[in-house]
Every structure is written in C-alpha cells, then in structure tokens.
C-alpha cells in the first residue's frame, strides 16, 4: 500500500457523490450515503504489492456499478495530474521529481511574482516494508535589472538658467535628413526614449520598427519590429510611442493596430497588454508615458482622450478628454503627447487647440498651461503643440511643430513662453535647425533630445549652465 503527501494549489474542485438508497457496496445496508470529495487534481492508482502505477496524464474514468434495485452511477468529470515542468523517473532536484515505487504520485506547485521565483518539491515514497518521506525546498530569487527608472528621470535637477546649445548633434539616422531603411537611417520617426544607461530608443515609424542605439553608437539595433508591417507578434504597423518600464521591458504604442504591445527584455515577440474593444475602445495613438507606478498613458487622438492602464489591466480609465473635440477645459482636440510628473499631475499636448493642459490627478477639467489656444508664431503662441516633458522646476518644454522649435513656459503662465532650442525663425536641416520636432527627451545629464521627424533624425542639444551657477536674484 501507499500513502502520499502532496499540496496543489488549484481553481477547480470536482465533487462526486454517490448515493444509494439500499446498497452502495458489496455489503448489504439499510441506508448509506458514501460521498467522495475531490479538492485536488492529483489522481493515485494502486494495484497489488508488486504492481506500480505512476498517472502524469489527463483521465476520465467513469464506473457504474448495477444492485438488483438500484443502479448507482459515480462519475468523476476529469482527474488531471498536472506539471509544470519536466517530469523525470529519477530523484532530482529539478521543479518536479518522480520516484518509481509502488505508489508514487508528485505533484509540482510553481508560484511566480514579478522578480521571484520560488519552486517547491516534495517527494513522498513507501515501500512494502520500509516508510521513507523525503522533502526538499529550494527557493530561487530572481532580481530584474532595472534598465530605467522613472524616478531617476523625476529627480533630474535642471537649473532654472540654464540654457542648451543651439547646435545640435545627430545621434540617430543622417544628419543631412536623409531617409532610409538601414542600421543607420531612420523613416519618420517618432517617440523616443532615453535610459539611465544613455540607450537611446527610437520608434521608427515608417520602417515599422524601434531601434536602440547605444551609447556613441550610429548603428541601431533592432529591439522590436520586422521591419515589415504587419499585426503578428513580432510585427508592427505604425507604432508611434515607445517607453520602458522599471523592469526593462520595452513598452509600445502599436498606433495602426491599435494595441499596446510589451516585448520582454531581449525578446522580439511582444505581448498584447491591451487592444481595441467594445468595452475598451483604442483609436490611433499618439504617444505613450510611464509613471513611477508603472502605469501606463496612452494619447488616444480618435477619441480625443488620455487613458491610463493600471499595471496588469487590459482596460483602460479616461483620465483626460473622452468626448467629443472641443476647446473647453474638460475637452480635447487631437491631443498628441502626455507627461505625468511624480505627485501624478497629468500634461497634455492639446495639438488642434494650440495649447497645454495641465491636470490634477482625479480631476478631468484641465488648466491652460502654454499657449493661448489659436495658432501663431510669438511667445503666448503654438502652432501644433506635439510633445512635451516637465523639469523639477515645474518649467513646460514644448515641441512647437509647426513653428520647428521648443519652447520652454515657466510657472508664471501669463508670461507667456520663451524659444530655448530652434530658434532661428525658420525650418531646415542645418545642424541649429528643426524641421517637424515631434518628440522630446532629457538625457540624466539634462541634455534634450529631439525627433527631428521631417529630418528623419534625432539630434542632441547639449545643456549649458554658467559656471558660477544661477543668480538668486
């Protein structure tokens, strides 16, 4: 005989009861009601002394048995046996271990988190003569590199006088805006994204991919993407924003089939977190941020919103917008990028209004931030507000599309804004000129980094602060 000892963890409980209302087995009762409740998927099979039955696969066993007045039915729905890894016939250390005795049965509980990883084994075995319990626990952490974190980015501490360079330099595709489909061009590119390694990542539109360029390194790598469009895994159509969170996954905003897509650290096939449905409807999306909390915002332009997805939720919450484009202060029009500083107080780039919107958190009526809501040319002005970042300071940085530079608005809104990269009055490809700035970036050294999209290249423009520091007065 055998007696095993085994903990399974399991959502399903299958109960069998067998009733009778003059015998239920070979022995003659007045009434007996035998009841058989299975909590478990582990399914024994015991035979004689000599005989060993080890069961790993899926049975459904039914057995009727007919008295002379009453036929009694027991029926078990299915007994699984279940493993999560691979099941050996000898005794190891490994997630799960058989040993071939008369009556064995092991059965392997994996619990997963998000960085550990602990495997429990317990094997039980008995012999005719000899009763031997052996038990064994190993325990294994995992701990994730964090390639980014957001709060790093947050405690970046950007002078209140300081200026950048107006010459930029290209660190991703031509320099002369020449488009192409190699290593080391791009093709509209869109949203970038640089981590605390210097790793600049570049969702590279038209070529249907997101490129990595390490540090001094003209040469992109393929991180996601095939390069051909399409809605498979390891495809993507349009994708126009890229972050990564704190575990080093590369989150992306697959726009043209509307999906949010995660390709985990090192993998080329993406998981789809969230898609578009009658219960979560996505349109085209503009842009993608994470927070300190790993959640993540989607700029939905189609239905002029911000939606945030909680860490792993497949639907999303309007935070922003959400009904029908319009300039009032709960509306959106086109809304391009976003940008949620560490107290959680959401940015918008309202584009076809012309402005920001600043948003506190729980609240869906916006504040005017920058711009003044028509188009224009001077310092109040945007024309085609596209992408924006936030400093420690509270100071708005504004990529000005239409106007092919960055401007910067300081707490005092009513001051209206002042051109701190491309502002020579004009678009071009010369190295002090932008042409469609479409996304913009900090490096951890405050240096900004900008999609020059019509120029197919993103260029770096170095941070410059005097060297006795900034005037208190």
């Not at 055998?2 to 009762?29: F, I, K």
């Not at 939606?307 to 300039?327: E, L």
């Not at 009526?365 to 300071?393: K, M, P």
Request: with cysteine.
């Amino acid at each position: 005989t055998g007696t095993m000892t085994t903990a399974t963890t399991t959502t399903a409980t299958t109960e069998t009861t067998t009733t009778a209302t003059t015998a239920t087995t070979t022995t003659a009762t007045t009434s007996t009601t035998t009841t058989t409740k299975t909590t478990s998927t582990t399914t024994t099979t015991a035979t004689t002394t000599t005989t060993t039955t080890i069961t790993t696969t899926t049975t459904t066993s039914t057995t009727t048995t007919q008295t002379t007045s009453t036929t009694t039915t027991t029926i078990t729905t299915t007994t699984t046996t279940t493993t999560t890894t691979t099941t050996t016939t000898t005794s190891t250390t490994t997630t799960t271990t058989t040993s071939k005795t008369t009556s064995t049965t092991s059965t392997s509980t994996t619990t997963t988190t998000t960085t550990t990883v602990t495997s429990t084994t317990s094997t039980t075995s008995q012999t005719t003569t000899t009763q031997t319990t052996t038990t064994s626990t190993t325990t294994t952490t995992t701990q994730t590199t964090i390639t980014f974190s957001p709060v790093g980015i947050y405690a970046l501490t950007i002078p209140t006088c300081a200026t950048w360079n107006d010459t930029g330099i290209t660190m991703g595709g031509n320099s002369n805006g020449s488009v192409g489909s190699d290593l080391r061009s791009l093709s509209s590119p869109v949203s970038i994204f640089i981590d605390n390694s210097d790793n600049l990542f570049v969702c590279d539109r038209d070529n249907y991919r997101i490129l990595k360029f390490p540090p001094n390194s003209s040469t992109g790598i393929i991180i996601a993407g095939n390069g051909t469009a399409g809605n498979e895994s390891n495809q993507l159509r349009g994708p126009k924003g890229v972050a990564i969170d704190q575990y080093g996954d590369i989150i992306v905003a697959d726009s043209d089939n509307y999906r949010i897509q995660k390709f985990v650290n090192g993998s080329t096939s993406g998981i789809t977190l969230a898609s578009n449905s009658s219960i979560n409807p996505l349109g085209q999306m503009r842009d993608l941020h994470i927070d300190v909390n790993n959640n993540i915002y989607v700029t939905d332009s189609d239905n002029n919103q911000i939606v945030k997805f909680i860490p792993f939720s497949s639907i999303g919450v309007v935070v922003a917008g959400g009904g029908p484009a319009g300039p009032g202060l709960n509306q959106l029009s086109g809304p391009f990028g976003n940008f949620v500083d560490p107290n959680g107080t959401l940015y918008v780039a309202d584009d076809q209004n012309f402005r920001v919107m600043k948003y506190f958190p729980g609240s869906l009526n916006g504040t005017i931030v920058a711009g003044n809501g028509t188009a224009g040319s001077s310092a109040y002005q945007l024309s085609r507000s596209i992408s924006i970042i936030v400093d420690n300071n509270g100071y708005i940085y504004v990529a000005d599309y239409g106007n092919a530079r960055i401007m910067r608005w300081t707490t005092n809104y009513a001051a209206g804004g002042v051109c701190v990269i491309g502002c020579t009055g004009s678009s071009g490809v010369a190295a002090t000129q932008l042409r469609g700035p479409r996304d913009l970036k900090f490096d951890r050294y405050g240096n900004i980094y900008i999609t020059d999209q019509a120029n197919h290249r993103i260029q770096k423009f170095m941070i410059q602060v005097p060297a006795a520091g900034c005037s208190s007065g």
